[in-house]
Every structure is written in structure tokens, then in C-alpha cells.
Nanobody, 123 residues
Framework: QVQLVESGGGLVQAGGSLRLSCAASGRTFSSSPMGWLRQAPGKEREFVAAISWSGKRQYYADSVKGRFTISRDNDQNTVDLRMTSLKPEDTAVYYC????????????????WGKGTLVTVSS
């Protein structure tokens, strides 16, 4: 059974930092893209960041570019999201995703999802 398990969410003040981690099990994703999406209260789920299977290419939503960094470790079957200069508008449930297709500014046809981890940024 494939599982994606997120960790690292929590409450942080505006301007602070958090690091989200996603551990995959049940299969290896070393040949698949992985990424993060988020859903704020009352809003649709949106793309945050994605990374190619090799880790050589990263893609970001304009709203997080320059503040968030995505990375992966194929040996550990993990993907991380380092978030800095957090803003209240970054408050959302963050979902780890694997498989699918990455285009600039978009990540779709995702095959696997985590259950999400809540990030709350206070002003």
C-alpha cells in the first residue's frame, strides 16, 4: 500500500520558517515527479512547488517563489519543502503529492496524495 506521510506543520509567526517533510512508502518514486499543493480555508487546492524525478528541476508558484525551496532525497524516498518569510496568506493544509505531470506553474494528474499537514501563520 502506497502512503505519503507529511510532517512538520504547525503554528508560526509571520516572517518565520518551517520545514515540511514527506515520507513515501510502499513504492519508490525515484523516477516520478513529486511536489506540494495547499488548500486554504474556503479556497480551492493550489499548486505550491514541484520537483523533477532527478531533483534537477524545481517549479514554484509565483506566490512562493524566492521564499520556498523544494528538495528530494531519492535514497530516502522523501521530499521536503523549506518555507521562509512566511505570511498569513500561506496558512493552509499542505499536501504532499507524487506522480503525475509538471508544467511551469502547474502540477496535475497526480497519482498519490498525502493526508496533509496544517500550517498556520499568525500576524
Amino acid at each position: 500500500q502506497v502512503q505519503l506521510v507529511e510532517s512538520g506543520g504547525g503554528l508560526v509567526q509571520a516572517g518565520g520558517s518551517l520545514r515540511l517533510s514527506c515520507a513515501a512508502s510502499g513504492r519508490t518514486f525515484s523516477s516520478s515527479p513529486m511536489g506540494w499543493l495547499r488548500q486554504a480555508p474556503g479556497k480551492e487546492r493550489e499548486f505550491v512547488a514541484a520537483i523533477s524525478w532527478s531533483g534537477k528541476r524545481q517549479y514554484y508558484a509565483d506566490s512562493v517563489k524566492g521564499r520556498f525551496t523544494i528538495s528530494r532525497d531519492n535514497d530516502q524516498n522523501t521530499v521536503d519543502l523549506r518555507m521562509t518569510s512566511l505570511k498569513p496568506e500561506d496558512t493552509a493544509v499542505y499536501y504532499c503529492a507524487a506522480g503525475g505531470t509538471i508544467l511551469v506553474g502547474s502540477y496535475y494528474d497526480i497519482n498519490y496524495w498525502g493526508k496533509g499537514t496544517l500550517v498556520t501563520v499568525s500576524s
